[in-house]
């Protein structure tokens, strides 16, 4: 009789241990089950403190707990059975081979492959679960301390940049790829002023510090200041647009905004400008106010910034040293400092408070394109890139960053909220998400089919001293969005 060979030996009793591991492990969940739990009607009827809605809500988010883990728990059994079973099949692999001489280290090798492969996948099946259930608590949270004000619909394309006026009237305004500008209401959403100069896309949109005068910068490779003046309408009762069930809901990029005819065709019409700021080789992708107002910067393609006299239209200084396109363009508000970000993966701060000469600084720390970069209060500088992280930087150190975000998509322009030091990321997929300056994500504003961004969103901007809005977004879709953000409550949840 033929006796068997050490390896096939040792695999059948590796074989056997592992049936009766999984007989006990079975026989101890099918115990685990068999406890009874509390009834739902009884936890109900329980005394609680807790309002009415809230407890349902908790209820509902335990039982969508429950079924997640429970799911997972069926997920785990039938990768234990999988495992056992390519065991057993690299087993009786062994043994047919045996007289090819397999080695037992080479069906240790093949079976530890394996096994690491389904482990794996049990790790993402993990981390898928859980994601969900803490995706859910997130949900509710955002939904209470972020909620839908406003929309502003009547571009006929889509919306590059979003800006909020520092003097009374305070208005919204929004720079467009169909060639116009337009002001509104932020309290009635209607529009108030259509400005129509510029014979290409409008990229940016800035306001004076103290004048109603606004500053666009255009793809006709111009910058235009125009002079605005408005009445606003008064404000009717704001409608709840608050709404219940998931917020994360997959959209057609063809879900845009109805606009039945032109909105934006019976305001006043401004069509020439006040100053146009021409010298330019590109498309100008964004301009903004220096400190004071008397001068203003601009950005372009043809890689290099301007400092021009906003009176004479005078080119004061061509800032050179980009290697490629400019993105963006932001000035310190109290400050002559000037910040520009490129697709060379680089952004320069740029010294003008010396009135003789002007130095640079040079960032490097990203990976991809840096789409913006923004001063906030004290030292600092917050930088988002295609390479789908936000930065932190001190001026005074700008070897490295002192705080990194990381996301999952790309991100475009950026805005700080100055005085809770708040930051808001509008992405390509369609999302907008809270950060703290040291990092820690505070919200990410609702969206599903009924309300938000239908794709890619822009850009971002506080208002924090206005009572109804206090943050605004635009996107590809169209239209732009006016937030109130609870900052209290968002920074009472951190």
């Known amino acids: 009789m033929p006796t068997e060979?050490?390896?096939?030996?040792?695999?059948?009793?590796?074989?056997?241990?592992?049936?009766?591991?999984?007989?006990?492990?079975?026989r101890t969940n099918s115990s685990e089950q068999e406890r009874p739990g509390l009834p739902r009607e009884m936890l109900e009827g329980q005394d609680s403190k807790l309002p009415s809605s809230v407890r349902s809500t908790l209820l509902e988010l335990f039982g969508q707990i429950e079924r997640e883990f429970e799911n997972l728990y069926i997920e785990n059994l039938e990768l234990r059975r999988e495992i056992e079973t390519l065991n057993e099949r690299l087993a009786a692999e062994g043994q047919a081979v045996d007289g090819a001489e397999l080695s037992k280290g080479q069906l240790k090798t093949k079976a530890s492959h394996s096994t690491s492969q389904l482990s794996q996948k049990l790790k993402t099946t993990y981390k898928a679960s859980?994601?969900?259930?803490?995706?859910?608590?997130?949900?509710?949270?955002?939904?209470?301390?972020?909620?839908?004000?406003?929309?502003?619909?009547?571009?006929?394309?889509?919306?590059?940049?979003?800006?909020?006026?520092?003097?009374?009237?305070?208005?919204?305004?929004?720079?467009?790829?169909?060639?116009?500008?337009?002001?509104?209401?932020?309290?009635?959403?209607?529009?108030?002023?259509?400005?129509?100069?510029?014979?290409?896309?409008?990229?940016?949109?800035?306001?004076?510090?103290?004048?109603?005068?606004?500053?666009?910068?255009?793809?006709?490779?111009?910058?235009?200041?125009?002079?605005?003046?408005?009445?606003?309408?008064?404000?009717?009762?704001v409608a709840d647009t608050s709404i219940g069930g998931e917020d994360e809901v997959e959209c057609s990029d063809k879900d845009e905004p109805d606009v039945d005819g032109d909105v934006s065709?019976?305001?006043?019409?401004?069509?020439?400008?006040?100053?146009?700021?021409?010298?330019?080789?590109?498309?100008?992708?964004?301009?903004?106010?220096?400190?004071?107002g008397k001068q203003a910067v601009t950005a372009s393609w043809d890689r290099t910034a301007n400092l021009y006299d906003v009176e004479t239209a005078e080119l004061v200084h061509s800032l050179t040293g980009h290697d490629q396109e400019l993105t963006h363009c932001c000035t310190h508000p109290t400050q002559r400092l000037v910040v520009t970000s490129s697709r060379d993966t680089t952004f320069r701060l740029w010294d003008f408070r010396d009135p003789s000469i002007h130095s640079v600084n040079v960032f490097q720390g990203h990976t991809d394109t840096v789409t913006s970069a923004v001063f906030t209060v004290g030292d600092n500088v917050v930088s988002g890139s295609d390479d789908r992280t936000v930065k932190v930087w001190d001026l005074k150190n700008m070897r490295s960053p002192i705080a990194t975000i990381r996301t999952d998509s790309a991100i475009n322009r950026i805005n700080v909220c100055v005085g809770q030091k708040i930051i808001a990321l509008p992405h390509d997929n369609r999302q907008v998400r809270l950060f703290d300056m040291s990092g820690v994500r505070l919200a990410r504003l609702p969206r599903s089919s009924r309300q938000g961004h239908r794709r890619m969103v822009c850009c971002s901007a506080w208002s924090e001293d206005h009572p109804v809005c206090n943050l605004f977004t635009c996107g590809f879709d169209r239209q732009a969005i006016g937030w109130n953000i609870n900052i209290p409550a968002l920074l009472q949840e951190k």
């Open 265 to 292: 065709s019976d305001c006043p019409t401004i069509r020439a400008p006040l100053t146009s700021l021409k010298s330019h080789q590109g498309v100008v992708m964004a301009a903004d106010w220096l400190v004071g």
């Open 5 to 26: 060979s050490g390896s096939c030996s040792a695999a059948r009793q590796a074989k056997q241990k592992r049936k009766s591991h999984s007989l006990s492990i079975r």
């Open 130 to 237: 859980t994601s969900k259930i803490v995706s859910s608590f997130k949900t509710t949270t955002s939904r209470a301390v972020c909620q839908l004000v406003k929309e502003y619909i009547g571009h006929r394309d889509g919306i590059w940049d979003v800006s909020v006026a520092r003097t009374q009237p305070v208005v919204l305004g929004t720079a467009s790829a169909d060639h116009t500008a337009l002001l509104w209401s932020i309290e009635t959403g209607r529009c108030l002023v259509k400005y129509t100069g510029h014979v290409g896309s409008v990229n940016s949109i800035k306001f004076h510090p103290s004048e109603q005068l606004a500053l666009t910068a255009s793809g006709d490779q111009t910058a235009h200041v125009w002079r605005y003046a408005v009445q606003l309408p008064t404000p009717q009762p």
